[in-house]
Every structure is written in structure tokens, then in C-alpha cells.
């Protein structure tokens, strides 16, 4: 079943059942924007998630620049938000879906399977001409839903720096190409990628129009990936990779883990290699 969801039958569904609509624009060079655009248009009674207060827990030594919160802080967050594993989750961001991936990857890993990204975003959703509303939505607060978490969704340094040198892993890379080489690096302290990686933008599992692609244009877009092989997917610090994380799960490939903690997280130890392409 797919991760996706039109407007058209998230609109259905909001119309029928117990659905909780999640905001998740977020801006990393003006931490306020999305809050702020979500204050003036939503989805009706949509509430807001804050990248970095909400789907992030604090930066430590290790980790990298977005580790993931604590798993009873997030049970609360999803409480307050009126969430519980018998609520459908829709989220969404405005255009290409980054940030409602992050959540949508976390809620699969926390065992809460009702949960999709909306095709499109608010942009698709105001085209279709359905109603937004601004201000803040007060939920009813839920009981804390119940996490069972799937671990094998998730690894970090050490499995990393294991798989790629047995060379039994494909290892995913979702950063653009001037940062996998090397040739640029606005916000790690190191450039270049992990030994071994293979490079695919996250941006390529979306259309201009910033809907998902098909499952049969992602199936081409891995087509270089055997489905039978692991493959561990990472990005600066764990955001974006979940657009190739939904990408790899939409053309079929069962075996899929996010590097948490990314290259942010694998040059927090000095003796990790970082390799560079010409």
C-alpha cells in the first residue's frame, strides 16, 4: 500500500474519520517561517510540527545536526496533537514533501501505520479548491499512543561503517552532487560523502509540481539497485534522506534502513573516513 495520499481521498477521508491533518513546513535559514505560514493558512484544524522542537532531540557530541527525540518526549508531542495509533495521520509541507517525510518515517518506525504524506502539499490541496483556515488549532489531547518501535528501520555509525566494508550493503547518499563530491559544504565542518556511497538526490523522487513521482518512474529511478540488496540511506543529517527512504518503499524495496545520525553524525568521530569524487 502506498505512503502517498491524494488530496482527493485525504479529503474523503477527513470528511469520514478520525483524521489529524500535520503541518511540517520548516525552513533551516528562517527557523520561524513555517510556523508563521502555518499561522496564516492550514488545512482545517491542521496542527503544527516544528522540525526542530518537535521531530529533532538536542545536539550532542554524537548524533549529527537532527537526532531523533526522545521516544517518550515524541509520545507526548503526539499526545498534545490529538495523535494516537487509532488516528489517521496526514502530513504535509508546502510543495515537495521533506519535512512531512521526516514524520511520516518516524511515525513507521514508532509502529503507528496509519500514517501518509499528502501528494502534493498545501499547494496541491488549494488547487483541488478545498478550504484552509488560519490561527492555531487547539486539539483534544489523546492518551500516549502506543510505540512499537521497528528497529530494523534504523542504524547507525558503527552498522554503517560494518555493512560498507563487507560491501554488503548499498549505501544511499541523498545529498546534492556538490556536496557528495566534495566540492562544496555550507554546513558540515567535512565535505565529501561516507566510503562506498552512491549518489541520489532527494529531490528526484519529486516532479517540478512537487508531487511524488510514480511507483513506476521511481522503480526507474533505482533501476541501477537490485531490490534484493540492503540499502542504507543518509543525507547531511537525516531529513531529507526520508524522501529516498518513501522513494525506495514505493518502488517496492523491503529492505530499507535510515542512517539516523547521517554524515553530520559520521564525521563526529575523527577516525570515520570521508571520501571526495573529482
Not at 233 to 239: E, L, M, R
Request: net charge negative; charged share 25%; with cysteine.
Amino acid at each position: 500500500m502506498s505512503n502517498i495520499i491524494s488530496v482527493t481521498k485525504a479529503k474523503e477521508l477527513s470528511d469520514q474519520k478520525d483524521v489529524v491533518f500535520v503541518d511540517c513546513r520548516f525552513d533551516l535559514a528562517d527557523k520561524e517561517a513555517g510556523r508563521e505560514s502555518y499561522l496564516k493558512e492550514h488545512l482545517p484544524e491542521a496542527v503544527y510540527f516544528d522540525l526542530e522542537k518537535h521531530l529533532s532531540g538536542p545536539v550532542i557530541t554524537h548524533g549529527g545536526r537532527h537526532p531523533l527525540p526522545e521516544l517518550g518526549y515524541f509520545q507526548n508531542v503526539l499526545a498534545e496533537a490529538g495523535i494516537s495509533q487509532h488516528k489517521i495521520v496526514i502530513a504535509y509541507d508546502q510543495n515537495k514533501s521533506a519535512m512531512s517525510a521526516r514524520l511520516l518515517w518516524m511515525l513507521k518506525f514508532c509502529g503507528l501505520d496509519m500514517a501518509y504524506i499528502l501528494d502534493g502539499g498545501l499547494d496541491a490541496w488549494k488547487e483541488a479548491g478545498y478550504p484552509t483556515q488560519p490561527g492555531e488549532t487547539t486539539p483534544k489531547k489523546e492518551v500516549l499512543p502506543e510505540f512499537n518501535i521497528h528497529h530494523e528501520m534504523a542504524c547507525g555509525a558503527a552498522y554503517v561503517k560494518r555493512k560498507s566494508g563487507e560491501g554488503k550493503a548499498v549505501l544511499v547518499d541523498s545529498r546534492n552532487y556538490k556536496r557528495f563530491s566534495g566540492q562544496e559544504e555550507p554546513i558540515d565542518v567535512k565535505s565529501g560523502h561516507i566510503p562506498g556511497a552512491i549518489q541520489f538526490e532527494w529531490m528526484n523522487v519529486y516532479r517540478e509540481n512537487g508531487t511524488w513521482k510514480s511507483k513506476a518512474e521511481l522503480t526507474a529511478l533505482y533501476a541501477d539497485i537490485s531490490s534484493s540488496n540492503e540499502v542504507i540511506v543518509y543525507c547531511g543529517s537525516g531529513v531529507t534522506a526520508a524522501s529516498n527512504v518513501i522513494g525506495l518503499w514505493e518502488a517496492g524495496f523491503l529492505n530499507v534502513k535510515l542512517y539516523v545520525g547521517s554524515f553530520s553524525d559520521w564525521i563526529s568521530y575523527p577516525d570515520n573516513e570521508v571520501a571526495v569524487s573529482d
